[in-house]
């Protein structure tokens, strides 16, 4: 269980709410309205002292235990080393000391990635790194993993595979930052909408995604067709 009671900052305001094991999350609002911050909060990048995972005080639990209960995995993949290649960069995601290597074949073929295994990562496209973080999350397999905007630059095809890569059981509990509404809707998970560093809506994909509420959060710039969410141009 993850939990956060009365934080506040210079960024958001009095931000409470729990989520249950194995629930899944989706965090949405517009361009500045404080996702990033929160996402960094509740994996103590931001440190504070009002989140709980699993009833214990995120600051009194070590460093190595945090890593393996809670995950954030940031919108752009930095690389401080010139020459680490995919699978060295993998086998760096782990935080277990076994030996990884099947693992790493698995997730290889997972993502469709054997030609870039021994690749350097620092020259792979903008869509190829944030596949590499998903392969790197994977590998790192947290209680709990936030992505920061990982779909921003995936083709269509890749979308789907990240798709149906969230909807398995690859991952345990997973939090997802989106401005993707239609991926969003068809996730299904329960939804955070925050607006000006304020929680404005916790609750079911179903009840956010009412007529009524997308009226109310987004105007007239969505509309529902069939089961698909779409920009009303
Ligand atoms: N380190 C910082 N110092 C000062 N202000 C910051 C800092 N980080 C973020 N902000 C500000 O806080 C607000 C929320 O930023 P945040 O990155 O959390 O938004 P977001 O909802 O993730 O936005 P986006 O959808 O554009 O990525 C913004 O106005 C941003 O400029």
Do not use: W
Not at 58 to 81: T, V
Not at 161 to 167: A, L, Q, R, S, T
Not at 195 to 220: A, M, P, R, V, W
């Amino acid at each position: 269980m993850l939990e956060i009671n009365n934080y506040n900052s210079s960024i958001l305001k009095d931000i409470s709410f729990s989520l249950n094991e194995n629930e899944n999350l989706i965090i949405l609002g517009q361009n500045g309205a404080g996702k990033s911050t929160l996402a960094k909060v509740l994996s103590n990048l931001i440190e504070n002292d009002e989140v709980k995972l699993f009833d214990v005080n995120i600051n009194d639990i070590s460093d190595d235990k945090r890593a393996s209960l809670i995950n954030y995995i940031p919108p752009k993949l930095e690389i401080f080393d010139e020459y680490i290649t995919l699978r060295e960069f993998l086998e760096l995601s782990a935080i277990n000391n076994n030996d990884n290597n099947s693992q790493i074949d698995k997730i290889i073929e997972l993502l469709s990635l054997k030609k870039l295994e021994n690749r350097f990562c620092k020259a792979f496209s903008s869509g190829e790194k944030q596949l590499l973080l998903l392969g790197s999350a994977i590998m790192h397999n947290a209680k709990i993993t936030i992505f920061d905007e990982l779909t921003a630059n995936l083709d269509i095809t890749r979308l789907k595979e990240v798709y149906d890569i969230f909807k398995s059981d690859f991952l345990q509990q997973k939090i997802v930052i989106t401005h993707n509404l239609d991926l969003a809707y068809a996730l299904k998970f329960k939804v955070l909408y925050l607006k000006d560093g304020q929680i404005k809506f916790y609750g079911s994909n179903e009840e956010f995604f009412s007529n009524e509420n997308l009226q109310k959060f987004y105007n007239n710039s969505i509309i529902k067709l069939d089961k698909h969410l779409v920009v009303n141009l």
